[in-house]
C-alpha cells in the first residue's frame, strides 16, 4: 500500500497524464483521418492525372523515366489495368508487387469510366481510354521510411513528455510535501510536550500558508490548555492539600492524652471547618465540570427574579447582619426566563464575595433594571476593591488576589469561575469595575428575557 503523499502525487501524474495522451491521441485520430485521407488522395488524384496525360503522350517508357526522377516516387505506387481486369503495369513505392486482390473489387467501377476514392485509406482509381479501349489507373499511398519516421518521432515525443515530466512533476511534488513533513515533525514535537516550533511558512499565500498560519494558532492555544492544565493541576493540590494537612495535624494531636477539653473543642472546630472547606471545593470543581460538558442548550423558566434576588438576601442575613452592612436593594417587579438554579448561584456567590470584603458598617447595593431585551443586575459595595492588575483574572480558576488570601476571607478561586460560566450559558455578560478601598461593582446582563411587571 502507498503511505507517502509523495509517491501518490508522482504516481497521480503519471496515470492522468497517460490518460491525456490516450486521450489526446485518440481525439487527433478522429479529427484528423478523415482530413488527412482526403488531402492525401487528391494529391494521388493530381498525380494520376499527369501520369494519364503522359501516358498517353509520350508513352510507358517515357513515363518510367519521368517517375524514376520524381523524389516523392517512393511514397506512392501505381497499378494500370486493362479493361479486361488485367495487372498490366505496376512502379512505384517500395515493392514492385500487384495490389492486393481484396482491394481490386472497385475495378469494374473505374472500368466503367468512374472515378474511385477511398474513404478509409489513401487508395484512388481513374479511368482513362487507350485506342478507344477503357484502362484503370489506381494509386495506393505508401508513406515508407518517412511516416515510419514521423510515427516514430511523435512517439518519442509522447514518451519524452512523459519522462520530462514525471521528473519536474517528482520535484514540484517534493516541494508540495515539504511543508506538509515540517508539519508533521511539528505535531509529533506538540505530542512530545514541546510547543515552540516555528514552520516559516506564513509568508505563503497559498492553501499552505493558511494551513501553516491554522497550525501554528492550534499549538498556541493547544499551549494555553496546557499551561491552565498544569496550573489546574497544582491549584487543586494546593487547595486540597491545605486542609488535608490541617486535619491530619490536628487529628494527631487530638490523640494525645494532655489535650485541654478546650483546645480539643478548638481541634475539633478546625477540623469540622477544614472538612467543609474540602466538601465546597467538591462541589464548585464537580459544578465546574458540569458546566464545561453542558453542550445542550440551557433549560429555561420563566419565574420573578426580584423575588429570587430577595430571598438569597434573606438567607445570608446571618453573614451581612453580623458586620452590620446595610442592604440598599432596589428591585422592580420583573419576569424573566432562565435557569433558576443556575442562576441562584451565581447571585449566591456574587452577593456572598460582596458581604465577605466589605467592612464592617459598610453597604451594598443591589438594582435591578428592565430594558427592551435584557436585564441588567448590579451589585455594588463599599469592600476593600480589587487591586488593577488584578481585575482581568479575578475570572480565572482558582485565581485569587492578594487581598483574599487571608485564612478569614478564604475560598477556592472557583467562585467567579462559575459565575462566568453560568453567565455565558445564558448567551450574557459580566462585568467588572473595583479600585482599591473604593469598592467593587458586578454587573451582570442577561439577555432574551421576557417580562411582566407584576401588580402592586
Not at 255 to 279: C, F, G, P, T, W
Not at 332 to 346: E, G
Request: with cysteine; glycine share 6%; hydrophobic share 40%.
Amino acid at each position: 500500500m502507498i503511505k507517502t503523499i509523495y509517491v501518490k502525487v508522482v504516481l497521480t501524474y503519471l496515470a492522468v497524464t497517460a490518460l491525456a495522451l490516450i486521450a489526446a491521441s485518440f481525439v487527433i485520430a478522429l479529427s484528423y483521418q478523415k482530413y488527412i485521407i482526403n488531402s492525401e488522395n487528391e494529391n494521388l488524384i493530381r498525380n494520376g492525372h499527369d501520369i494519364i496525360r503522359m501516358y498517353k503522350e509520350k508513352g510507358v517508357e517515357e513515363v518510367n523515366s519521368v517517375l524514376l526522377g520524381m523524389t516523392y516516387f517512393n511514397t506512392f505506387r501505381i497499378h494500370i489495368y486493362n479493361n479486361k481486369g488485367a495487372h498490366i503495369y505496376a512502379a512505384g513505392g517500395q515493392e514492385k508487387q500487384q495490389i492486393e486482390p481484396d482491394t481490386t473489387e472497385f475495378l469494374d467501377t473505374v472500368l466503367s469510366g468512374q472515378s474511385y476514392r477511398s474513404s478509409k485509406g489513401f487508395l484512388v482509381g481513374l479511368p482513362f481510354e487507350v485506342e478507344n479501349l477503357p484502362y484503370a489507373l489506381i494509386l495506393e499511398f505508401q508513406p515508407g521510411i518517412q511516416g515510419q519516421y514521423y510515427e516514430f518521432v511523435l512517439v518519442s515525443m509522447q514518451v519524452l513528455a512523459l519522462v520530462f515530466g514525471t521528473l519536474l512533476m517528482g520535484v514540484a511534488a517534493r516541494y508540495l510535501v515539504k511543508p506538509l513533513r515540517a508539519m508533521k515533525r511539528a505535531a509529533e514535537s506538540i505530542a512530545k510536550g514541546d510547543f515552540n516550533i516555528s514552520l516559516k511558512l506564513e509568508n505563503r499565500k497559498d492553501e499552505l500558508g493558511e494551513l501553516a498560519q491554522s497550525f501554528h494558532y492550534m499549538t498556541h492555544e493547544i499551549k494555553q490548555l496546557e499551561n491552565m492544565r498544569q496550573a489546574f493541576v497544582s491549584n487543586v493540590s494546593h487547595e486540597i492539600q491545605s486542609p488535608l494537612t490541617s486535619i491530619s495535624g490536628f487529628s494527631k494531636a487530638l490523640q494525645h492524652q494532655q489535650v485541654s477539653e478546650a483546645d480539643k473543642n478548638r481541634y475539633l472546630a478546625i477540623i469540622q471547618s477544614e472538612s467543609e472547606r474540602l466538601s465546597r471545593l467538591c462541589d464548585n470543581l464537580l459544578r465546574l465540570a458540569s458546566l464545561d460538558n453542558n453542550s445542550a442548550p440551557v433549560s429555561t423558566e420563566s419565574y420573578e427574579l426580584d423575588e429570587q434576588i430577595r430571598e438569597i438576601i434573606l438567607s445570608l442575613e446571618p453573614q451581612w447582619s453580623e458586620k452590620e452592612i446595610d442592604i440598599d436593594i432596589q428591585l422592580p417587579p420583573v419576569r424573566i426566563q432562565a435557569n433558576k438554579d443556575q442562576l441562584i448561584q451565581v447571585w449566591t456567590n456574587l452577593i456572598g464575595n460582596s458581604i465577605k470584603f466589605t467592612p464592617h458598617g459598610g453597604k451594598i447595593m443591589i438594582t435591578c433594571k428592565k430594558r427592551v431585551d435584557q436585564v441588567e443586575i448590579r451589585i455594588a459595595d463599599t469592600g476593600i476593591g480589587i487591586a488593577e492588575q488584578d481585575l482581568n483574572r479575578i475570572f480565572d480558576r482558582f485565581f485569587k488576589s492578594d487581598r483574599s488570601r487571608s485564612k478569614t476571607k478564604s475560598g477556592s478561586g472557583l467562585g467567579l469561575a462559575i459565575v462566568r460560566k453560568i453567565i455565558l450559558l445564558h448567551k450574557g455578560f459580566i462585568f467588572v469595575k473595583s479600585k482599591p478601598g473604593e469598592g467593587t461593582t458586578f454587573t451582570v446582563i442577561i439577555p432574551d428575557y421576557s417580562t411582566e411587571i407584576k401588580d402592586n
